[in-house]
Nanobody, 113 residues
Framework: QVQLAESGGGLVRSGGSLRLSCAAS????????IGWFRQAPGKEREAVSC????????YYTDSVKGRFTISRDNAKDTVYLQMNNLKPEDTAVYYC??????WGQGTQVTVSS
């Protein structure tokens, strides 16, 4: 069964850091581009970052550039999102995705001011 499972969320103070993990099962991660999305209460889900399969090309939405870093460990079938200098506006449920139909269950990130 094709699945993605996020972990690593939590409560952190403004300026703090978290590292999210997205573990894949049921498929080989290195053949797919993987993305991170987030959804804050009352807002639409937005794309945060993604990383391509073989070349490792990356994308970041403007609001996280310079603070977030996406990486992958294909041997572990895991994609990471290192989040530094977190801000209250980063508070959301974070999801990883193998487009267009495979989503994880999400992990809550809460940043207090």
């Amino acid at each position: 069964q094709v699945q993605l499972a996020e972990s690593g969320g939590g409560l952190v103070r403004s300026g703090g850091s978290l590292r999210l993990s997205c573990a894949a099962s049921g498929f080989t991660l290195d053949t797919y581009t993987i993305g991170w999305f987030r959804q804050a209460p009352g807002k639409e889900r937005e794309a945060v970052s993604c990383i391509s399969n073989t070349a490792g090309n990356t994308y970041y939405t403007d609001s996280v550039k310079g603070r977030f870093t996406i990486s992958r460990d294909n041997a572990k079938d895991t994609v990471y999102l290192q989040m530094n200098n977190l801000k209250p506006e980063d508070t959301a449920v974070y999801y990883c995705n193998r487009g267009p139909t495979v989503w994880g269950q999400g992990t809550q990130v809460t940043v207090s001011s």
